[in-house]
Every structure is written in structure tokens, then in C-alpha cells.
């Protein structure tokens, strides 16, 4: 199992950026894919963004793309969000998670992931 921490999160104003980061640790690391979700209120969990740990390939959502970018440190076994031209309606509790085999043919789909951060909250004020 793989222990996930997020950082990063905080208040800022429309337009601006935030960078969070997902250290993982514990076990073996030998998950496939690192994604990043969040939940709004009263939203249901959406995917942001998805790294294939090994070869680095990406999977954006649409209303991130050209907003957001994701990246990788092998040495610190850390993810990345750099989150840019923010919105209101980018404000969520934002979750990191790593996902095995499953995440190969579904890496936007939660369910493919097996361990979870505890989440932390972005908000963009208007």
C-alpha cells in the first residue's frame, strides 16, 4: 500500500496559480499511474489529470487542458500540479491517487485507483 500526502492547497484570487504536490511513500512504489481528482461541494469526484509513472504520458481533462500541468520527480517519489489561470469553478477539494494495472485502460476513472491522499482544499475567489 501507498501512502499518499497532498500540499499546496490555499486561497487564491481568479486568474492566478497554485502548485500542489503528492509525496508518496510506503511499500513497494510500483503503481502505474499517479492521477489527480477533486470534489466540489455537493459535486460528485471528477479527474483532473492522470501520469503514467513509467514513460510519463499524460491524460487531461478537458476543462483543465492549457490550465494545468502535471509532472513527475523520480527522485522524491513526488507529483506535481501546477495550476494556472484558475477559476472560481476550479475550487474543490483536490485528492491525489495512485492506481495499478486497471489505470492502464482507464486512468480518468477513480475506480482504477487504489490508494488516496487525504485531500487538499484549492479555493478561487472571484
Known amino acids: 500500500q501507498v501512502q499518499l500526502v497532498e500540499s499546496g492547497g490555499g486561497l487564491v484570487q481568479a486568474g492566478g496559480s497554485l502548485r500542489l504536490s503528492c509525496a508518496a511513500s510506503?511499500?513497494?512504489?510500483?503503481?502505474?499511474?499517479m492521477g489527480w481528482f477533486r470534489q466540489a461541494p455537493g459535486k460528485e469526484r471528477e479527474f483532473v489529470v492522470a501520469?503514467?509513472?513509467?514513460?510519463?504520458?499524460?491524460y487531461y481533462a478537458d476543462p483543465v487542458k492549457g490550465r494545468f500541468t502535471i509532472s513527475r520527480d523520480y527522485a522524491k517519489n513526488t507529483v506535481y500540479l501546477q495550476m494556472g489561470s484558475l477559476k472560481p469553478e476550479d475550487t474543490a477539494v483536490y485528492y491525489c491517487?495512485?492506481?495499478?494495472?486497471?489505470?492502464?485502460?482507464?486512468?480518468?476513472?477513480?475506480?482504477?485507483?487504489?490508494?488516496w491522499g487525504q485531500g487538499t482544499q484549492v479555493t478561487v475567489s472571484s
Open positions: 510506503g511499500g513497494t512504489f510500483s503503481s502505474y499511474t
Open positions: 491517487a495512485a492506481g495499478g494495472i486497471r489505470t492502464i485502460t482507464r486512468p480518468a476513472d477513480g475506480r482504477s485507483y487504489d490508494d
Open positions: 501520469i503514467r509513472w513509467s514513460g510519463g504520458r499524460i
